[in-house]
Each structure stands twice: as C-alpha cells, then as structure tokens.
C-alpha cells in the first residue's frame, strides 16, 4: 500500500459525458501527478501539482483538467469524453515537486467510455 | 523531448542476475534516470535512480554508461515476484519546465 488513494476504482460511462477522479496523496506529500495508462500508448505524464500551483504539464487534452485543493487533494476533471478516453488513470505524489523525488502511485481508477 | 528505449520483453530464470537495458541516447545532461516497476494489477513502484554515478540499493543497481546515453537496471537474484513491467524514465527540466517521459517498458518473466 503506497499510501495514495484513488476514487472510483472503477467508471464506465457514455461518450460525451464528463466525470471526476479523486486523489488523495500520501501524508506529507505537497505533490500530485496524473498519468494515464492506455493500451497503445503506455504510460503518458498529463499534468502535476505543487502546493496547489501547476508544476508541469504533459500530453493532457484541452477536454481535461485538473486541481489540487487547500486540503492537497486533486481532481481529474474529464470532459466529452471518447472512446478513445477508455484507460487506467493514476495519480502519484512526492513529497516535493521536483524531478529526483520518488513518486508513490496509486491503484488507479479504470475508465471504460461506452 | 528525449526518449527511452527498451526492449519489449525479458526472461530469467530464478535466482539468477538480470540485466534490463534502457538507451536514452538524447539525454539532456540535467535528466536523472529512474526505474519503476509495475506489478500486475498495482501502480508503478519506485526501484532506484541516478544522474551520473552507478547506485545501489536493497532492491536493485543502477549502472549508467560513462556518456550517459545508456544504463541498466541489474537485479541481482531474481525472484518470482520480480515479474513485472520495468520501466525506465528520464525525469529533468526542459526550458525551465519539468518533465516525466516513460519509455514502453520491459515486461520480465521469471522462470521457476
């Protein structure tokens, strides 16, 4: 158990629809990460914050977006969503926000759009 | 953007070392290389990381090329619960902004 949290474990939804993923990191930490795990493109970095301030951005679709609250939480906001959105999402955090940090994953959350 | 380069898939039997190679041939001199590992089912765990020197630590060693275009990840006793996808990822600064490029990773099997 990495310590980080993810909500749902699970989502099926329809294309067009937008949902929102949870993540609660590790005690401590002031970083989140998002990335997404698809079948034909593996693991892609989307975006990471520090401290509530975006960090870094990755390859994440103007449709996506996300924050990190007061409380360190973040939310993966996915919006008109596609077939093609269907993958694991993870979040990770780091005690820091820069580069040498160890990164603690999540479980994930499986998006399936039908 | 500087990228990894892995081989698709690995054997070893058990117990014995494993060498996983990674080609980072357009590594920036600021990118530190790291190793996950993702075991099936699981999130991606962290294994070890490095910017110039070899490193070590209870799970594993880091050798990286003296130009620093190439490492490998060496477990030294592999076991049945090493199987998993080994990915290697280059973690630096690019014109100021922080980057996190995994390669397509190394999927080892381990043989009883």
């Known amino acids: 158990d990495s310590g980080v949290t993810q909500t749902p474990k699970h989502l099926i939804t329809a294309t067009g629809q937008r949902v929102t993923l949870r993540c609660s990191p590790r005690s401590g930490d002031l970083s989140v990460y998002w990335y997404q795990q698809s079948l034909d493109q593996g693991l892609q970095f989307l975006i990471q914050?520090?401290?509530?301030?975006?960090?870094a951005k990755g390859n994440i679709l103007e449709r996506f977006s996300a924050q990190q609250f007061p409380d360190l939480h973040s939310e993966l906001n996915l919006s008109s969503l596609e077939l093609g959105d269907s993958a694991l999402y993870f979040c990770a955090s780091s005690v820091g926000g820069v580069p040498t940090d160890t990164q603690y994953f999540g479980p994930g959350t499986r998006l399936t759009v039908l | 953007d500087a990228k990894t380069t892995q081989p698709n898939s690995m054997e070893s039997n058990e117990e014995e070392p494993v060498h996983l190679p990674c080609n980072h041939s357009t590594i920036s001199g600021t990118d530190y290389i790291h190793w996950y590992r993702q075991l099936p089912s699981q999130g991606p765990e962290y294994v070890i990381h490095?910017?110039?020197s070899n490193v070590n630590n209870r799970m594993a060693s880091l050798a990286i090329a003296e130009d620093r275009k190439s490492s490998t990840l060496i477990l030294h006793r592999a076991t049945l619960r090493d199987a998993a996808v080994y990915y290697c990822i280059l973690r630096g600064t690019t014109s100021g902004t922080y980057k996190y490029i995994f390669g397509t990773g190394t999927r080892l099997k381990v043989l009883a």
């Open positions: 490095g910017l110039t």
């Open positions: 914050y520090y401290n509530g301030e975006e960090r």
